[in-house]
């Protein structure tokens, strides 16, 4: 299996991305009711911004670019080294949505408005329910992708060290933006803050052992 993983990368991230997309779209339908609801005081005294719609969707492009960028341009160790714990975190968070369902109350009733702005956070509160909140998985892969530009050697180049402050203000953006649009709260920056530190240490040894090394870099 490994070995089939390092010979079509594409392939592996393609079929991850199904199993993840179908993961939580089951739990979208299931999950309606939460067991936890996730609030603290902070959460209130947070106001809703319907402008941080822009960096929250800047969400969506960012982690397939990442991907693609460091598996073409980067050694392919560096790609795999973002993959282990991206992909390791997505699949324990949905497990723990679906062992713990949690969920917040935190949205406005309504979002006034005819702008883009307006519409656009409209569109998200249709397509994304309240549930399966903490962590937050906005918040976990924007650390865990801002880590992988700052660990890459690529980004040395003087052409590229740009992309390391530039992923650094995308992931502070990302992360504000969940509580600010009341996706998240408080807890689940966190939370997701925590798992993506961890599990980028977990990485960092794996990577070290001896049976990591003994993956081959590029086929």
Avoid at 112 to 137: E, H, K, W
Avoid at 178 to 191: A, E, R
Avoid at 192 to 205: F, K, N, P, R, S
Wanted: aromatic share 16%; proline share 8%.
């Amino acid at each position: 299996m490994r070995n089939w993983c390092s010979r079509h990368p594409v392939w592996f991230m393609a079929l991850y991305t199904l199993f993840y997309l179908s993961f939580f779209a089951l739990l979208e339908r299931t999950i309606q009711t939460p067991d936890l609801w996730v609030h603290c005081r902070l959460d209130d005294l947070i106001p809703f911004c319907k402008y941080a719609i822009v960096p929250y969707i800047l969400w969506f492009p960012w982690i397939p670019f990442t991907l693609f960028y460091l598996l073409y341009k980067a050694p392919r160790e560096d790609f795999w080294r973002l993959c282990i714990p991206l992909f390791t975190g997505m699949t324990m968070t949905l497990l723990f949505y679906a062992i713990v369902p949690n969920g917040l109350a935190l949205r406005p009733k309504y979002v006034p408005g005819t702008d883009i702005f307006a519409q656009l956070v409209r569109m998200i509160y249709r397509s994304d329910t309240p549930m399966n909140v903490c962590p937050s998985i906005h918040v976990f892969n924007s650390v865990t992708l801002m880590l992988a530009y700052y660990r890459s050697a690529i980004f040395d180049a003087p052409r590229r060290r740009w992309m390391r402050p530039a992923a650094m203000v995308l992931c502070v953006s990302i992360s504000l933006s969940t509580i600010l649009l009341k996706q998240h709260s408080v807890i689940d920056v966190v939370f997701g803050l925590l798992l993506a530190l961890v599990l980028d240490h977990a990485a960092t040894v794996l990577q070290r052992s001896p049976v990591q090394r003994r993956v081959p870099e590029r086929l």
